[in-house]
């Protein structure tokens, strides 16, 4: 009858309907990419971040067959690039290089245009690099506990720079404050950039820094270091104490930078994405290049990467807190 040829009609339909999407989802990450990648930095051209997603875009490239495109989208903290990626189709076509900024800013700004724990799909914290503490070397001290006897006779007098509010630079130098019970004065800059001349020439006398950007400086002698703010000296410096060796136990910041994509975007293509990165990082070439730019290669799981963001966004809550910063 025509109701049993209905009934069973749909039966083969139900039946058939998972047989169909199966290979459709399977020929996805196989055929993936089959266009040209974006690839979201959300600072100007130059940065570390800038630097690290161009080499990573050139193996890509190589690796995946497709033009990996790098596109700058600066502006909000990195808030805008990170929208762009955010409310991009989750296909794979996008993904952004974040900076550790990316977990500050739901602290510092009162209508973040995103979640960063549920718009985005980790793949990996590609690489880290270190924060230098320098001081004009006017100032008389030669190590951390020689700078807090110092600054506690000037409270308030110190200038420190930094490329604008809530930056890890700014936290870095808050969280040294509340730890070593110490005043300075916040001077922010536009960017890095601006910032190394007004050190050199000692208008502003103390900056937490990439130490890519200082160790020339460094060497020179025209700053000089007192500590890095991780937990391990540094390899392209291991004559650098850490802050934590120097009487503050509880200190530890550095500058991360990872990759993600917008959530939603299928498993096989984060998993495959997050395979082909991680192997043009772990080459020797490629760990060596990026280490003549103070960079230290990660290259975590995904997995990895998402308790990272979930810990540090805990982590610099606690510190915006504590120094007393309110959301702008």
Known sequence: ???RRTFLARCLAL???PAVAVPAAAQTAASF???PIRFVVPNPPGGGNDLLAREIGAELQKRLGQPVVVENRPGAGGNIGADTVAKSPPDGYSILMAANTFVINPHMVKQMPFDVEKDFAPITLAASLPVAMVVHPSLPAKNVQEFIAYAKTVPGKLNYATPGPGTPQHLAAELFMTQSGTKMEHVPFKGAGQIVPELLAGRVQVFFGAINSLLPHIRSGKLRALAVGGTERVSVAPEIPTVREQGLPGYDVDIWLGVLAPAGTPTDIVKK?????VAAM???EFKQRIAAHG???IASS???FGEVIRADLARWGKVVRDAGLKPE
């Open 1 to 3: 009858s025509f109701m």
């Open 15 to 17: 039946c058939l309907a």
């Open 33 to 35: 990419p089959s266009r």
């Open 273 to 277: 994405l997050h395979a082909e990165i």
């Open 282 to 284: 772990n080459t020797p």
């Open 295 to 297: 960079l230290d290669v």
């Open 302 to 304: 995904p997995e990895k």
